[in-house]
């Protein structure tokens, strides 16, 4: 089992910064793939980032592509989401999530481990 704890969000202007941290404990961190998932009222979940097990690879949706970026520390069994030059279309409850697999992936499905989110508010 994992549980996951994310941490730094809040409200921030656009064209600001904001650093999101998520903890976990319980299985082997390095041996999971971990995302940032996020969602707005009334919407789906929606993939915003991922990170393999080993931190080698990432990949990012195309509306973060650029300004984000993932990293994580196996060490401190910690993965964060530094988020840059924010917009008001940024605005969502950011969740993290810890996948069935060490392989990144951007599917919903593969993940089966999930933090209570926290909110991301941009102001315009």
């Known amino acids: 089992q994992v549980q996951l704890v994310e941490s730094g969000g809040g409200l921030v202007q656009a064209g600001g910064s904001l650093t999101l941290s998520c903890g976990a404990s319980g299985r082997t961190f390095s041996s999971y793939a971990t995302g940032w998932f996020r969602q707005t009222p009334g919407k789906e979940r929606e993939f915003v980032g991922t990170?393999?097990?080993?931190?080698?690879?990432?990949a990012y949706a195309d509306s973060v592509k650029g300004r984000f970026t993932i990293s994580r520390d196996n060490a401190k069994n910690t993965v964060y989401l530094q988020m840059n030059s924010l917009k008001p279309e940024d605005t969502a409850v950011y969740y993290c999530?810890?996948?069935?697999?060490?392989?990144?992936?951007?599917?919903?499905?593969?993940?089966?481990?999930w933090g209570q989110g926290t909110q991301v508010t941009v102001s315009s």
């Open positions: 990170i393999s097990g080993s931190g080698a690879i990432t």
């Open positions: 999530a810890g996948s069935r697999y060490g392989s990144s992936s951007r599917r919903y499905e593969d993940y089966a481990y």
